[in-house]
């Protein structure tokens, strides 16, 4: 039982930025990737940024140069880092977390319950 609590969204005007957290808890015995994905509304469900246990980084072009995705090992926590936030950015925020678990030696697959960002003027 692995579980992803995550926090930081919110509304925001644009060229404003924001951090969101995402801590994991439960039966994790490792983590491997960690990762950000999006969903606007009527849209896919799209990967942001994804980051390996080794510190690779992985980004969308849409966020290139804008976002940055860090994680805390010793928090089991990943964060994405958003500066320049744009309206096209608004959208539900999932992060992602893969990895095995300390019961059973069972992989984890385990996602947030989102949290909601929106860039208005």
């Known amino acids: 039982q692995v579980q992803l609590v995550e926090s930081g969204g919110g509304l925001v005007q644009p060229g404003v930025s924001l951090r969101l957290s995402c801590a994991a808890s439960?039966?994790?015995?490792?983590?491997?990737?960690m990762g950000w994905y999006r969903q606007a509304p009527g849209k896919q469900r799209d990967l942001v940024a994804t980051i390996t246990r080794a510190g690779s980084t992985n980004y969308a072009d849409s966020v290139k140069g804008r976002f940055t995705i860090s994680r805390d090992d010793a928090k089991n926590t990943v964060y994405l880092q958003m500066n320049s936030l744009k309206p096209e950015d608004t959208a539900v925020y999932y992060c992602?977390?893969?990895?095995?678990?300390?019961?059973?030696?069972?992989?984890?697959?385990?996602w947030g319950q989102g949290t909601q960002v929106t860039v208005s003027s």
């Open positions: 439960g039966s994790i015995f490792s983590i491997n990737t």
């Open positions: 992602n977390v893969h990895g095995l678990t300390s019961t059973g030696w069972g992989r984890i697959d385990a």
